[in-house]
């Protein structure tokens, strides 16, 4: 089976320095990166459009110093941002017409994959600002896959919401957006997650008109595709895979592709335990879609199923998924890999089943640690290239790579460049309960094992 290429070396983008490309490959990237340093002129963008306009309003409102936004006209950016939601679907509609199925959408490389933002406005805009020429929005030279949770956990969801929406409506197509597992009202309301929510920064930025700005981005969510796909090899996700039925047909793809596919306002394990089989189409679209967004890989030693599926500290109902279930999934579909979000790394990145899963994380200082944010450049040979970033107030301690070497683990293939020793990474979960968790209904233990046969 083909696979896909890491390249070692670690592009760093420093904090507050501009552009520092380092290794080899940074000649490469500069010929699709402006550094910062550079004039950036948004000459590119049409002053008119409501998008251009929501990136001003950010922009004047955004204090990078303090990582503060002062919004002078709050009412005027809700009006706006309730317009950008609307302008948002119709353009998901008109620019997925082609390239998306059911619940998938059909991605070219090269392409930039971003893993979770979490509100943190300062590694978001950094990070796209590298990679498009002089901050021209409408003039990026590769795709932007977003892997979803742009919002909670972190200070500003709403700002980072209302960026990747403009930007996605500038870039007239170049940008995917997917779900994420805080694409969800249920998640991203919960109390669990403080002033942080989406729902508390609504409330906290647009006072009693707050609930408004909630529906309309929840609106946009629900519109989402829930997984997309690399020059038809690279399967990409928030969380991961649909779990195996051990249906002779694998149909996780067809299920997944179907254009009836609905787009679910909540996506919530299925009531009550799984024991009827085969599961109507609801429910089996239901977890195929749960497991897209709320998914793990397996860790070493972890029991799995004879599929290859195991329990997932997130809730009753997740699995994570073990190395044969990633080859299952894989071969059925032709795929040579999996990218996907939902777990920090201390790098930004990790890579695991030697090479087919990648993990990445593009928010940096995450809950308060000392994490680098990265996003993963897919050239059109299919080599990953990791862009990241490290966090302010970075502190520098035993355990933490050397500048310049990528983060991967297990034995990557192929590695491009010279092959520098590698730290091993500790794994952190990102400790998100899951809806179940959350004080909804109750999924007992049947449903998980029934689930993960
Ligand atoms: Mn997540």
Known sequence: MKRLRIDSHMLTVDDGTGAIFRGPVSEYIESLTTPRSRPCVMDQAPEHTLAWRILQDLREAYDGTTDRFHHDRP????????????????????????????????????VCVFGDIHGNYADLESLVLQLIPCGSFTNALCNFLFLGDYVDRGAHGI???????????????????LRGNHEEPHVNSSGVFGTTSLLS???????????????????????????????????????????DFGNPTDDRMAV????????????????????????????????????????????????????????????????????????KFLENHSFIGLLRGHQEQCCGVQTRCEGKVTT?????????????????????GLTLRIISKKPRNYQTHQGLPREGAAETTGSTPEVAGDEESVPTPVPLREQAPCPAALGGEGYGENATSAGAK
């Open 201 to 243: 920064q609504c409330r906290n930025l647009f006072g009693e008109h707050g609930p408004k700005a909630f529906v309309a981005l929840n609106d946009v969510f629900r519109n989402l595709p829930l997984a997309a796909v690399v020059d038809e090899k690279i399967f990409c996700s928030h969380g991961g895979f649909p779990r």
């Open 75 to 110: 009412d005027v950016f809700l009006r706006r941002l309730l317009s950008l939601c609307l302008e948002v679907i119709a353009s998901l509609d008109k620019h997925h017409a082609e390239s998306r199925k059911g619940a998938v959408a059909f991605v070219k490389s090269p």
């Open 159 to 177: 700002e980072c919401a209302a960026f990747i929406m403009a930007f996605a409506v500038l870039s007239a197509g170049k940008v995917t957006l």
């Open 256 to 327: 997944l592709t179907d254009p009836d596919f609905p787009r679910m306002s909540s996506i919530l394990p299925p009531a009550g335990p799984i024991t009827a089989w085969p599961l109507p189409l609801p429910d089996l679209r239901t977890v195929y879609a749960f497991d897209c967004l709320w998914s793990d890989p397996a860790e070493a030693g972890d029991p799995l199923t004879p599929l290859g599926f195991g329990r997932n500290i997130r809730g009753a109902f997740c699995v994570s998924y073990g190395e044969a279930a990633v080859d």
């Open 360 to 380: 990445v994380f593009s928010t940096s200082g995450y809950c308060g640690h000392n994490n680098s944010a990265a996003c993963v450049h897919v050239d059109q």
